[in-house]
């Protein structure tokens, strides 16, 4: 069982930068493929960015990429995203979620654990 808590949504303004952090439980973080999606009001859960667990290899939705970078310390047991250039459409709750999975995918029916989300919100 692997438990997900997110931090580090906020409010910032356009252009600027945020780090999410997520915490989680489990003595097998490091082999678990682990990532991010977001929501949008009235719009669907959307993939932004998934790396493996032992290997690293990422990948990242076509919306984020050069501007968010998504990492990991498996002695801390934590996932990272760091957001640069921030526009009003990264506005979201942004979900970390893991899977028992050595691929990374962009299908979010490949993660079974998800955590609470947290909010960003990017003002113009």
């Known amino acids: 069982q692997v438990q997900l808590v997110e931090s580090g949504g906020g409010l910032v303004q356009v252009g600027g930068s945020l780090r999410l952090s997520c915490a989680a439980s489990?003595?097998?973080?490091?082999?678990?493929?682990m990532g991010w999606f977001r929501q949008a009001p009235g719009k669907e859960r959307e993939f932004v960015a998934a790396?493996?667990?032992?290997?690293?290899?990422?990948v990242y939705a076509d919306s984020v990429k050069g501007r968010f970078t998504i990492s990991r310390d498996n002695i801390k047991n934590t996932l990272y995203l760091q957001m640069y250039t921030l526009r009003p459409e990264d506005t979201a709750v942004y979900f970390c979620?893991?899977?028992?999975?050595?691929?990374?995918?962009?299908?979010?029916?490949?993660?079974?654990?998800w955590g609470q989300g947290t909010q960003v919100t990017v003002s113009s």
């Open positions: 979620v893991a899977g028992d999975t050595s691929s990374v995918t962009s299908n979010k029916r490949a993660y079974t654990y």
């Open positions: 489990g003595r097998t973080f490091s082999r678990y493929s």
């Open positions: 790396l493996t667990g032992i290997t690293d290899i990422t």
